[in-house]
C-alpha cells in the first residue's frame, strides 16, 4: 500500500483530498464500468478515520483486478469531495459520516454504485441516487455486516456509569496529582431506566439496566404494552417517562416525527437528579434547549453520542459544558462492527461487478 492522491489535483483548502491510500497504483479506468464488467474499476472507501479499512477485511480478490483507494480524513464540503472522486465507479461510505446530496450525484457523472455500512443511511438523496441511475445498497445485517448494534448498547450504559459515577471529573483531578475523591456518585441499582424506543437497542440497553437492578419503563409512538411487556420493560405514557426515570435512554430512529422529540418541555419533566443519554441521533433533542437545561442545573447531565452537526465544532458550546459527557459518535465504532461492515462492502461491491447487487436500498 503507497500514499497517494485520489481523484483530481486538490487545492489550497482540500487538504482532506490528499490524505487517501492507493491499494495498487493503477491508473483511472478509461471505460464506463457496469455490473457484469470485467474492465477494472475504481473503488473509493471513504472516512476510514483510524486507517483501519484494509486490514478489516480480506479487500486481495478486489484488488487483484481493481482499483481501491482508502480516504482517511473527512471530504468537507460538495466541491472537494467531487474533484477527489470524480474518476471513481463505486463510493462507499461509513454510516452518516459522509452526506450524499444530489448536488454531489450531479457531479459524479462516472458513479455506478453507492455503498453505504448498514440498512440505511439517512444523509444519502435517495431519490437523487435513482435519478442519476446510481445502484445504492447497503452492508444490510448478519452476514453481511449489518451487526447486532450491541456495541451502541454498551457505550449507552457507559455513558451512564460515566455520569452516575463523575468518572470524567475524577480522571482529571487524579491525573495531575490534584485532589482525592472530589464528588459523590450513585447507584444504577434500584433506580428507574426510561427507555425512549424500546426496538432492538433500547431492549437491549433495558436488559442491561435491569442486570443492574433497574427498573425499566419505555414508551414510543407504535410501542403497546404487551410489546414492553415482552421485553422486560413496563409501558408508560410520555410525560410519565419523563417524570418517573433516574436515566433516560433515547434509541429511536431520526424522522420527520422524532425531531425535536425531546424539547424544553420534556427536559422540564425531568427530575434535577436525572441524566439523559443519546446514542440515536443528534437532532431527536432539541440543542438549545439541553444547553439551557444543564447550564440552569435543571437535570443532572447529558451523555451524548451524537450530535447535529458532526464532527462537532471546536467552539461548539455542549464541548465546554461540565455537566455533559460527550464522545464522538462511537456507538458503532469496534473492531467487531468494522469486521462486520467492511466484509459487507466487499460483498455487495462483488455482488454488483457479477451483475447480483445485493441489499439494494430503494
Known amino acids: 500500500m503507497r500514499e497517494g492522491v485520489a481523484g483530481l489535483p486538490a487545492g489550497p483548502s482540500d487538504k482532506s483530498a490528499l490524505r487517501s491510500y492507493d491499494a495498487r497504483p493503477h491508473k483511472p479506468p478509461k ?41 482517511n480524513e473527512r471530504l468537507n464540503d460538495v466541491e472537494t469531495a467531487a474533484r477527489a472522486l470524480a474518476d471513481f465507479d463505486v463510493v462507499c461510505v461509513m454510516r452518516e459520516r ?5 448536488a454531489l450525484f450531479e457531479k459524479l457523472p462516472k458513479l455506478r454504485l ?21 445502484t445504492i445498497c447497503g452492508t444490510g445485517s448478519g452476514g453481511y455486516g449489518g451487526g447486532r448494534g450491541l456495541s451502541t448498547a454498551e457505550l449507552a450504559i457507559a455513558l451512564m456509569l460515566g455520569l452516575a459515577r463523575h468518572l470524567r471529573e475524577e480522571f482529571h483531578a487524579m491525573r495531575p496529582g490534584g485532589n482525592w475523591q472530589t464528588t459523590v456518585g450513585f447507584d444504577l441499582d434500584g433506580r428507574t431506566l426510561g427507555i425512549l424506543g424500546l426496538g432492538n437497542l ?21 410501542l403497546t404494552p404487551d410489546r414492553a411487556r415482552e421485553k422486560g420493560a413496563e409501558h408508560v405514557a410520555k410525560d410519565e417517562l419523563f417524570r418517573r426515570s433516574d436515566v433516560i435512554s433515547i434509541h429511536t430512529v431520526l424522522s420527520p416525527r422524532t425531531r425535536g422529540l425531546v424539547g424544553a418541555r420534556e427536559l422540564g419533566l425531568m427530575k434535577p437528579t436525572a441524566i439523559l443519554i443519546n446514542t440515536s ?82
Not at 472507501?45 to 477485511?57: E, G, I, K, T
Not at 455503498?115 to 435519478?131: E, F, L, P
Not at 459544558?321 to 462483488?350: D, N, Q, W
Open 98 to 102: 459522509m452526506p450524499f446530496p444530489r
Open 31 to 71: 471505460t464506463r464500468a457496469h455490473p457484469g464488467d470485467a474492465a477494472m474499476v475504481a473503488i473509493a472507501l471513504l472516512d476510514d478515520y483510524q486507517n483501519v479499512a484494509l486490514r478489516m477485511a480480506d479487500w486481495s480478490g478486489l484488488q487483484k483486478s481493481h482499483r481501491v483507494v482508502v480516504f
Open 202 to 222: 433500547g431492549a437491549q440497553v433495558a436488559k442491561i439496566g435491569q442486570a443492574f437492578g433497574m427498573k425499566a419503563i419505555a414508551w414510543s409512538e407504535n
Open 281 to 362: 441521533r443528534g437532532p431527536i433533542v432539541d440543542e438549545a434547549a439541553i444547553l439551557a437545561a444543564l447550564r440552569e442545573k435543571r437535570i443532572a447531565g447529558y451523555g451524548a453520542d451524537t450530535f447535529d452537526v458532526e464532527p462537532l465544532p471546536a467552539n461548539h458550546p455542549l464541548r465546554s459544558e461540565p455537566r455533559a459527557l460527550l464522545t464522538p459518535h462511537l456507538g458503532y465504532v469496534t473492531e467487531e462492527t468494522y469486521r462486520g461492515f467492511y466484509a459487507g462492502i466487499i460483498a455487495v461491491i462483488e455482488g454488483w461487478l457479477a451483475g447480483k447487487p445485493v441489499n439494494v436500498i430503494t
Open 114 to 134: 453507492l455503498v453505504t455500512t448498514g440498512k440505511r443511511n439517512a444523509s444519502i438523496d435517495m431519490a437523487a441516487g435513482a435519478d442519476h441511475k446510481v
